[in-house]
């Protein structure tokens, strides 16, 4: 067996245990150099793994194919794996971890033979903050080593950080058979363990991101009184050299990693504002001693959705992914670049496709349905550090200090494109009736409106209803707690096209949301919060009619009044559990939309 290069000696059993339920033939540990990641290409390019990209227009980048029925995270297969199931809550699928451990062990055993297992120690945040949480992944993926050495702090440094404090959480992952019928994404808060089995795709696989990063850690902020939530950070710089940082929860492709890159609109260029992101999908919040809200982001890459990233929606991203980047599920071309719908250039005239099979324009499937180049979940894996925009603050310990918090999602017509709630309870209400058209990130019906709470439907680890009670709490204790806003940037017409330009010109909106948190403009009481005065949102440079910004601020009370019934719906799921609070505010909404 393996040398082992530490002295941890739960980590030392712990391993030893896995080896011995999946049979691996050896045990390889992640050291984080240069020359071991070099080695893994090799033998990825070796095993057919991974494609090697043209080497002169995108240096250092690869393709990824994986399996077409592993190509988003299965949230049926998902579980939180509580003792008791009231914990999980309503929100969570649900099995006893007795069941858990059981039934995965079952597709476990013995599912690394003839491969390797590799050990990658990682960190969540910088390595020794306090915000920061290590984890161990164990996986016999070559393709997830790869992708963790882009998204998080992984090798020696976090070793030795774990002599010195023995906490972390244990992730074992083994792509088994890829099998969606042997699929199971387990987590057990309790354990502080993560068990994922049978795919290869990012969500379900990279476990320090939506699995640590947001199920086990939303359960430990409960527990130790902070907050990890699904959000971009973003930093906007005036001229005069001040940053005010805002973070955004937005579903899973409804817009985060696009915000929180954006370029200034031509218009607003000669105010001569900065972006500085931070991070694009997850934050890390905590009440620091100043009594304000301060956030960092733990991870260190973007896996980003390609489909619709080009020079005009995202030049940022379109920079950063130009090298050093693993791209998956994408369409090659014949010169070894790589296309998707909505990139930039000509559509080229062929190429092989995300499912590796021959491709041109206008190909159609047997049901006489276009087939796409990539697939519309496809996505690079790719360092901040490659990021023109990338804030100077990322590795700095304590974070950023948060103004404004800023929920938001897909509503073709209800909601306007920007308002802001009355007080941080009323915030918290705002973002649990948040609700979505859903998208292909995730394995479901496209289109269809779900709700979910804060983006966290799918990545909180514990019974939402306590979730809201958190949120409500944590407020109190505030000093100085950050305004609560929501945006929505798709709204649409009678033909279901898009009638705000989003992208940079959202910064129109966010500068009006930092001139309230600044106290700068009044805004207009509605029966759902405060939406601007229509001059006070600079739109110098933009052609936009009046009527459909009208249009984009319309309240429409009999819709809002049926919306209520969803809601009503959805609270009621979590019974006597849902903090009275949120069902006073939904009775105060009620009331407004009902009074002249
Ligand atoms: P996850 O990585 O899944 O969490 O997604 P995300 O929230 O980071 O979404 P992302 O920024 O990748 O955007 C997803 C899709 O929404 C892309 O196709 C974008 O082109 C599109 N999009 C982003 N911002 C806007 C916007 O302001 N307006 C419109 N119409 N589309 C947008
Ligand atoms: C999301 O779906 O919200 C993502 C991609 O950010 S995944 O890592 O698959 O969760
Ligand atoms: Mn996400």
Known sequence: MTKFPTKNKKLIKWIDQKALLCQPDEIVWIDGSAAQKRQLEEECLVSGELIKLNEEKLPGCFLHRTKPDDVARTEHLTFICTKRKRDAGPNNNWMSPAKGYQKARAIFKGAMKGRTMYVIPFSMGPVGSQFSKIGVELTDSKYVVLNMLIMARCGNDVLRQLEKDDHFTKCLHSKAELDINKRLILHFPEDNTIWSVGSGYGGNVLLGKKCLSLRIASFLGKKEGWLAEHMLIMGIEEPNGHIEYIAAAFPSACGKTNLAMLIPPEGLRVKGYRIWTVGDDISWMRIDSDGSLWAINPETGFFGVAPGTNSKSNPTMVETVSKNTIYTNVLLKPDRTVWWEGADGPVPEEGIDWQGKPWRPGLLDEHENPV????????????????????????????????????????????????????????????????????????????????????????????????????????????????????????????????????????????????????????????????????????????????????????????????????????KLFKRDLPKELWREYEQLHDRLKAE
């Open 372 to 571: 796409k180049g990539a697939h519309a979940n496809s996505r690079f894996t790719t360092p901040i550090t490659n990021c023109p925009t990338a804030s100077f603050r990322i590795d700095q310990h304590h974070g950023v200090p948060i103004s404004a918090i800023i929920f938001g999602g897909r509503r073709a017509h209800l909601t306007p494109l920007v308002y802001e709630s009355f007080d941080w309870q009323h915030g918290v209400f705002v973002g649990a009736i948040m609700s979505s058209e859903l998208t292909a990130a995730q394995v479901g019906k496209l289109g269809t409106v779900r709700r979910d709470p804060m983006a966290m439907f799918p990545f909180c680890g514990y019974n939402m209803a306590d979730y809201f009670g958190h949120w409500l709490a944590l407020g109190k204790k505030m000093k100085k707690p950050p305004k609560i806003f929501n945006v929505n940037w798709f709204r649409t017409d009678e033909e279901g096209k898009f009638i705000w330009p989003g992208f940079g010109e959202n910064l129109r909106i966010l500068e009006w949301i930092l001139d309230r948190c600044n106290n700068k403009v009044e805004g207009v009481k509605t029966p759902i919060g405060y939406i601007p005065l229509q001059s006070d949102i600079d739109l110098t440079g933009l052609k936009i009619p009046a009527l459909t910004m009208q249009k984009l601020f319309e309240i429409d009370k009999s819709k809002w009044l049926e919306e209520l019934k969803g809601i009503k719906d959805f609270f």
